[in-house]
């Protein structure tokens, strides 16, 4: 037994430098048998990662958590994804910008709530503190700030970063597009923001991916609700993060996390409770403007009558059939000062098949499709003043299209009815049936492609026809 304990120790210690080795020798003395085998079975899982016998290294072939590469026909499904949102952005006459993908640190702290954890900080390059960007909002505003501009209708579409828990086959993502619509600028109430979410109820009737609703709210109207419940004023962000939960967590469990964990009194969550229940159209909003609680309320009153105006708006854009006042609707982030939105998705049309995962589980796309909410936004007029040095407001509303998710669909869609995929755009393949015409094919190719139109030739002088 002690040959093999020599023999096992001994292969485990090769590679380790001589000073290892004696802390290692002291490190076994007094273990049993069993407990030699686990470490020694460990020293060697770390050689194998730190390299063979022949010193290379070992590479893990993944990429890191929360991130995927795309393969051609993924990627051919993504391009037609970006050309619909694109064109729609266009039709409505917004014009395209650019940002940094890592911001001054400064820049993002503050503008998120409990989801600032989420941010990615970068080690310190040359005296400046930096960190990857969350959203393209908040960069969005410094650069109104920075630039002086006042009015625009600009839309971006770049990558954005979240230290978030992922899940994968429901396109959440630590590494991800986002498609942003936004228009900056002193306009009347209510235009612009029936225009966003005619711009979502377009994106997402073009895509055909399923019965949708788009969900409206407002802040203030939040804000009224909670300030007549009871809820103190320094946690009406916190009580508002946990009722950001609600399309996640049924009603008891976010009841228990305002009283148990935010210390709310259970008589101003039972009247939260009863509020957030509510959902309809401009018919509720003119229920609750006569609400006698909600009605003492200015900052209701007045979210109330936007909502109406909002309603009035979206009947001549011919979208209330998919529009929805929910009260339960609160989106987390901080900068939101008025109307919020979010579009969730009621059924996919993927019909279930069953899928083998990338670690080999076996499951049914049914549950993978269930990505809820696709995309939203809202007015957000303090952001860029947050940024002004005289703190010049420029009032703002957008709307953010939750590409990944989106794409999740699209894919499962794809490979749940055998779609072919074209991945390249190749109208012409120039060949011969004879041999040693490599010249003639050449000039050939040459002439099209001169002409504009996609060819390709193969790369052999004579290859089989």
């Not at 380790?16 to 899982?45: C, N, W, Y």
């Not at 009722?243 to 228990?256: A, C, H, N, R």
């Not at 996919?348 to 083998?356: D, K, S």
């Amino acid at each position: 037994m002690m040959a093999m304990f020599g023999v096992r120790v001994c292969t485990a210690f090769l590679g380790f430098p001589i000073i290892s080795r004696v802390r290692l020798l002291h490190f076994f003395s007094g273990m049993t048998v069993t407990q030699i085998d686990e470490e020694v079975a460990k020293l060697l899982e770390l050689k194998a990662k730190l390299g063979g016998d022949d010193g290379k290294h070992q590479f893990v072939l993944k990429t890191p958590k929360g991130t995927r590469d795309y393969n051609p026909k993924q990627m051919a499904i993504r391009e037609k994804v970006f050309h619909t949102i694109t064109h729609c952005f266009k039709r409505h006459g917004a014009e395209t910008i650019d940002t940094p993908v890592f911001e001054l640190k400064e820049t993002l702290t503050g503008k998120y709530g409990e989801d600032s954890k989420l941010i990615y900080d970068l080690k310190d390059q040359g005296g400046e503190l930096l960190s990857l960007r969350y959203d393209l909002t908040v960069p969005f505003a410094r650069y109104l700030a920075m630039n002086k501009i006042t009015n625009i209708k600009r839309y971006h579409i770049a990558k954005v970063y979240r230290r978030d828990n992922p899940a994968m086959t429901r396109g959440r993502y630590r590494e991800f597009y986002q498609c942003d619509f936004d228009i900056a600028g002193q306009f009347d109430a209510m235009i612009p923001d029936a225009e966003c979410l005619k711009i979502v109820y377009e994106i997402l009737s073009e895509l055909d991916l399923g019965d949708f609703r788009i969900k409206v709210n407002d802040r203030r109207i939040l804000d009224g609700m909670f300030a007549v419940c009871g809820v103190p004023d320094d946690k009406f962000r916190t009580i508002c993060s946990t009722v950001d939960k609600l399309d996640k967590m049924p009603w008891e469990e976010v009841k228990k996390e305002m009283v148990n964990e935010k210390g709310l009194s259970e008589e101003a969550a039972d009247q939260i409770g009863a509020y957030v229940s509510m959902q309809g159209g401009m018919d509720l909003a003119e229920r609750l403007l006569q609400d006698p609680k909600m009605s003492q309320s200015k900052q209701a009153c007045a979210g109330l009558t936007d909502i109406k105006l909002l309603f009035s708006y979206l009947q001549l854009f011919q979208i209330t059939d998919k529009v929805v006042f929910d009260l339960s609707l609160a989106r987390g982030l901080d900068y939101y000062t008025g109307v919020i939105y979010e579009a969730v998705l009621t059924q996919t049309g993927v019909a279930p098949v069953v899928v083998e995962a990338q670690n080999g589980a076996v499951g049914s796309t049914e549950e993978s499709v269930s990505v809820g909410s696709v995309a939203g936004g809202g007015r957000y007029d303090g952001l860029v003043g947050m940024f002004d040095p005289k703190g010049r407001k420029v009032p703002c509303v957008g709307v953010s299209i939750g590409i990944e998710r989106i794409f999740s669909i699209m894919e499962q869609k794809a490979e749940a009815c055998a779609e072919k995929v074209r991945t390249t755009d190749v109208q012409v393949m120039v060949a011969s049936a004879q041999k040693n015409l490599l010249e003639e094919r050449l000039k050939l190719v040459t002439e099209l492609w001169n002409a504009g139109i996609k060819a390709e030739v193969m790369y052999k002088k004579n290859p089989s026809f």
